[in-house]
């Protein structure tokens, strides 16, 4: 077995990014962070929960960035913090001034020439033929892509980042959700709808506002698309989601960068009211007096995302886990309880409830 131990993988190109953690849950002596540059590369830093700034020197040619600290405290994080919330102290680097030059690292590699199976084409004509509603297109190119191309990916070298090609994500029927993402905007296209690739943080989120552009703060894309003037954001690695697509729940990455030519900005994922996510609960106890037993009724209403999540929960257990389920959950608050039949379960996907 051999490897190397320098190199980098090519799909980044030849501009660098990093970023060096400065702080830890216990206290460190000295910590220190050293980046050799050649003098003509042109490197941006930043410092997150720190006033660190690099020491600057030329050394033989090349450019070094040095970062030094002594007695770093420990850094206590809270539980329960949003995803977002980063407490810990870090430094950056970035050889990206711009979003715009992310995105057209981006729009790269997720361009393609190629033509769709003849197969998939043919279905498409079919739903052409059936409507002529792009809401209604749209939500079964998504349906599509999340029930019958399944959720995996061989993620090496270039594959990291870069797509396969749409039409061998369709004949191969799996795919990561760089696969899914191009496959669908390619069959949207298709189907004459506009989409575009949206690169999000599912760590950073909102927080991916205060980093300096770079392709390294992304670990997953999704697909905006626009319909009648609204913009939509679709996930081809979501199950359960059915109905129409202005019901279905939104990713809430919070922050997305569209893969388009000349995009400089990062774009809000807005989570419009009518598919946010909520949970009623409705008790009722029934008493017909003093000695006799009480009925407990319970009414679960689930709307957007959670919904979607009770909707995989009921398709992959059985009505015995269920109800077993709900009885240990009320015994810890009634010990003597029983129920008195299955659990019952109505779904309106059209209204994601």
Wanted: charged share 25%.
């Amino acid at each position: 077995l051999a490897y190397s131990i320098t190199g980098r993988n090519p799909v980044f190109g030849d501009k660098h990014f990093s970023s060096f953690s400065m702080g830890w849950n216990v206290p460190v002596d000295v910590s220190r962070v050293r980046v050799s540059a050649p003098a003509g590369r042109k490197l941006y830093t930043r410092a997150f929960n720190s006033d660190l700034k690099p020491q600057v020197q030329k050394v033989k040619g090349r450019v070094e960035y040095r970062w030094s600290q002594t007695d770093a405290p420990p850094v206590f994080a809270e539980d329960d913090a949003p995803v977002w919330y980063q407490p810990f102290p870090a430094v950056q680097i970035s050889e990206y001034r711009r979003w715009r030059d992310v995105a057209a690292w981006a729009d790269a590699l997720y361009a393609h020439g190629s033509p769709l199976p003849q197969a998939l084409q043919a279905k498409l004509r079919q739903w052409r033929s059936e409507t002529t509603d792009k809401k209604i297109l749209a939500a079964r190119a998504l349906k599509l892509v999340q029930d019958e191309i399944r959720y995996f990916g061989i993620e090496l070298g270039q594959n990291s980042h870069r797509p396969s090609l749409p039409g061998e994500v369709y004949r191969r029927r799996y795919g990561d959700c760089k696969d899914k993402t191009t496959l669908l905007v390619a069959m949207l296209d298709e189907l004459g709808i506009k989409a575009w690739p949206a690169l999000v943080s599912t760590d950073y989120q909102r927080d991916i506002d205060n980093w300096l552009p770079s392709p390294g703060l992304f670990d997953h894309v999704v697909v905006m698309t626009e319909v009648d003037g609204k913009r939509y954001w679709m996930d081809g690695t979501r199950t359960y989601q059915d109905g129409s697509i202005d019901t279905l729940s939104v990713p809430d990455f919070e922050r997305a960068l569209i893969v388009r030519k000349g995009e400089n900005r990062l774009t809000a994922i807005e989570v419009p009211e009518t598919v946010a996510s909520s949970i009623d609960i409705e008790e009722d106890f029934v008493v017909s007096d003093y000695q006799g037993a009480v009925r407990l009724e319970v009414k679960t209403t689930y709307q957007g995302s959670i919904a979607e999540a009770m909707r995989q929960y009921f398709a992959t257990n059985t009505p015995r886990e269920i109800r077993r389920a709900y009885l240990n959950y009320y015994a810890k608050l009634y010990p003597a309880i029983s129920t008195d039949g299955p659990v019952k379960s109505q779904d309106d996907k059209e209204a994601n409830r």
